[in-house]
């Protein structure tokens, strides 16, 4: 197993706990410290059972992030310069 989720990770880390807890109980001498550290170690195996009911199927998907680049051209008409033949315009027939 590589990369767990946080979620994944918070379950594990119930559960170790618990059984921590259990193999401490078992080096105590009083009976009702054995049961209490006993209690805690059922309550989170709860906790982890109730996190293992809610885990997702699946990780949510990362936000995709779009840019769109716009490119404005500047078409603005220049005059033509000297050398630059004018744009010749059609000859109106002239009927008198």
Not at 29 to 56: G, N, S
Not at 61 to 75: A, C, D, E, I, R
Request: proline fraction near 10%; charge should be negative.
């Amino acid at each position: 197993m590589g990369d767990k989720s946080g979620h994944e990770q918070r379950i594990q880390a119930k559960r170790e706990a618990a059984e921590k807890a259990r193999r401490m109980a078992l080096a105590l001498e009083l009976p009702e410290d054995r049961q209490r550290l006993l209690t805690f170690a059922e309550e989170l195996d709860a906790q982890a059972d109730d996190l293992e009911r809610e885990q997702p199927l699946s990780d949510p998907p990362l936000p995709q992030v779009t840019q769109t680049q716009v490119q404005v051209q500047n078409q603005q008409a220049t005059p033509p310069t000297p050398d630059e033949p004018k744009e010749s315009k059609p000859e109106e027939s002239k009927e008198k």
